[in-house]
């Protein structure tokens, strides 16, 4: 089992549209959860870190369930320039800090 | 926000060569940063952790002889490809990590613009 885990997709989504999108992990000790978004043959950028309490940016909300080891991202009137690739990230210490990328979720949002 | 930046941008070269990437934190810095490769359509993987003033720690599978990495300064970290090959050919992105209190959230992660190598 990979120690992250997302739906690859894609997702096709109209814009103004909602669309959600999960992430399990495996390591129970994980201790630091993020979402990044990647856009095509570019570099990864933080969209927003995930705390315990869940949190909201704008259209953005991020929630974390512990008890089931997964993190949810919400994205709400979804926008043209929404498309691109959401990467889950999880760390984890282990005598030292290890992160791991999922795989990534691809998200095209059409007119 | 802060920046990080890769040098150079994207490199050809001949088999057999060595190639060097540089990783710069251009206004924090950064005791520890990391080097990631990705091919096409898949996700980051990293290759190695560096910490400044020791040795990097390579993760399984990295040969730590054909990637040498050196992070001499807090704002410095370099990558060197030894004797690259076509199967090299990849996409390099290192990020650097802030300390505790530069951006208000612990232990961020900003991702340098990324390096990509092709070797023929």
């Known amino acids: 089992r990979k120690e992250v885990e997302q739906d690859p997709g894609p997702f096709n989504v109209p814009e103004g549209a909602t669309v959600a999108f999960n992430c399990t992990y495996s390591?129970?000790?994980?201790?630091?959860f993020f979402w990044y978004r990647q856009d095509c043959r570019k570099e990864p950028k933080l969209l927003m870190s995930?705390?315990?309490s869940g949190n909201e940016d704008g259209r953005f909300t991020a929630q974390l369930n512990r008890a089931s080891q997964y993190i949810s991202l919400l994205i709400r009137d979804s926008k043209l320039s929404d498309s691109a690739t959401y990467l889950c990230?999880?760390?984890?210490?282990?005598?030292?800090?290890?992160?791991?990328f999922g795989a990534g979720t691809r998200l095209f949002v059409k007119a | 926000g802060a920046v990080v930046s890769q040098h150079p941008s994207w490199v050809i070269c001949k088999s057999g060569t060595s190639v060097k990437i540089e990783c710069r934190s251009l206004?924090?810095?950064?005791?520890?940063m990391f080097w990631y490769r990705q091919f096409p359509k898949q996700s980051l993987m990293l290759m190695a952790t560096?910490?400044?003033?020791?040795?990097?720690?390579?993760e399984q599978g990295v040969e730590k002889d054909k990637f040498l990495i050196n992070h001499a300064s807090l704002t410095l970290s370099t990558l060197t490809v030894t004797s690259a090959h076509p199967e090299d050919s990849s996409f390099y992105i290192c990020?650097?990590?802030?300390?505790?209190?530069?951006?208000?959230?612990?232990?961020?992660?900003?991702f340098g613009p990324g390096t990509r190598l092709l070797v023929l």
């Open positions: 990020s650097a990590r802030d300390q505790p209190g530069f951006s208000g959230r612990s232990e961020t992660q900003y």
């Open positions: 390591n129970s000790a994980s201790q630091s």
């Open positions: 995930v705390y315990s």
């Open positions: 990230v999880v760390r984890y210490n282990t005598g030292g800090f290890k992160t791991i």
């Open positions: 206004d924090f810095q950064a005791t520890t």
């Open positions: 560096s910490n400044e003033g020791s040795k990097a720690t390579y």
